[in-house]
């Protein structure tokens, strides 16, 4: 196996081992109370359902903070901080300017393990709920 298909492998068994240790923490929290066949397929299809959405808002926030949308929150702080620390005074930017740099240095983007992670937890289950509704 090459050194990329590797990386890629890496990335992807990274993002599902997370995944699994979330899908843990949330059965710790509802409970490892598996009563019944249909409740169990309750608890899993709730537990993959929310996992699989909060990688995929995860996988949102990251892009969005990549284009920029937080840029202005930034801008805005460094000119409040502007007021308590005398050196931070001397170098004023305008906020295209400000805008133009962060563009240049961003290193955020979204890496598609995060968002095939996000849909294969949200495809079990959906797949869970159509079972548990024909019980």
């Known amino acids: 196996m090459d050194q990329e298909k590797k990386k890629v492998l890496l990335k992807y068994l990274a993002c599902f081992g997370i995944a699994s240790v979330m899908l ?8 490892f109370d598996f009563g019944g066949l249909k409740s169990s397929l309750q608890l899993l299809c709730d537990a993959f359902f929310v ?7 995860f996988a949102g926030f990251v892009y969005v903070s990549g284009e920029g949308v937080f840029f ?3 801008f ?6 502007g007021v308590f620390v005398p050196h931070l005074r001397d170098n ?13 240095e961003r ?10 992670t996000g849909l294969v937890l949200l ?6 709920l159509i079972i548990w509704h024909q019980l």
Request: proline content about 0%; glycine content about 14%; aromatic content about 16%.
């Open 24 to 31: 843990f923490i949330f059965f710790a929290i509802k409970g």
């Open 51 to 57: 996992v699989g959405a909060l990688w995929l808002l």
């Open 107 to 116: 290193k955020l983007k979204v890496q598609g393990c995060i968002v095939i």
């Open 76 to 81: 805005a702080f460094k000119g409040m901080l």
């Open 72 to 74: 202005g929150l930034g």
């Open 92 to 104: 004023r930017e305008t906020f295209k300017q400000y805008r133009e740099r962060k563009l240049e």
């Open 123 to 128: 495809a079990i289950g959906f797949i869970l």
